[in-house]
């Protein structure tokens, strides 16, 4: 395969029930399937509704679905600008090392400058060599002296009840 056959378009809310299929799919690879609790209906509600909170990405090729990137804006106070934060990216097994992660984040660095955004950040799991090799040869950086904190289930509604 060459990335000429690689079609990168916006998600549409045909595509919901796909989106969620890729989640699944990149949630059993990172050994984290127990975890996924949305449904097709919260996808289309927080991708589609009134206020979106995120939008995707999906590559094609040949019309199959090989991939998806799934992002949000974030914003910098230092620099003063947006940015956008890369929550999900995701190649199927039998599509990588074709171009498509490649294609979908340089469709997101374009569309970063589009929205004059002053950065594009994700996160990757220290496991996976092959994607940070990937993210280090397209010239990203680690910020290694950041830890990422997460906040979730009981400990969030206990902090968030506190009035």
């Not at 029930?17 to 059993?28: F, M, N, Q």
């Not at 340089?106 to 950040?121: F, K, T």
């Amino acid at each position: 395969m060459t990335t000429a056959k690689i079609a990168i378009a916006r998600a549409e809310p045909t595509d919901v029930p796909i989106i969620l299929a890729l989640i699944r799919e990149l949630a059993e690879f990172e050994h984290l399937l127990d975890q996924v609790t949305a449904t097709e209906a919260a996808i289309h509600k927080s991708l589609f509704g009134p206020a979106p909170y995120a939008e995707v990405l999906l590559a094609r090729v040949a019309e199959e679905v090989a991939g998806f990137a799934l992002f949000f804006h974030s914003y910098s106070t230092f620099l003063g600008k947006p940015g956008l934060y890369l929550e999900d990216l995701f190649v199927r097994s039998r599509f990588r090392g074709s171009g498509c992660g490649q294609r979908l984040l340089q469709h997101l660095a374009a569309l970063a400058l589009q929205r004059e955004c002053g950065r594009l950040e994700w996160s990757v799991l220290n496991w996976n060599q092959r994607a940070i090799d990937f993210y280090r040869k397209l010239g990203a950086a680690p910020m290694d002296e950041w830890m990422v904190y997460r906040l979730s289930g009981e400990a969030l509604v206990k902090l968030g009840m506190v009035q």
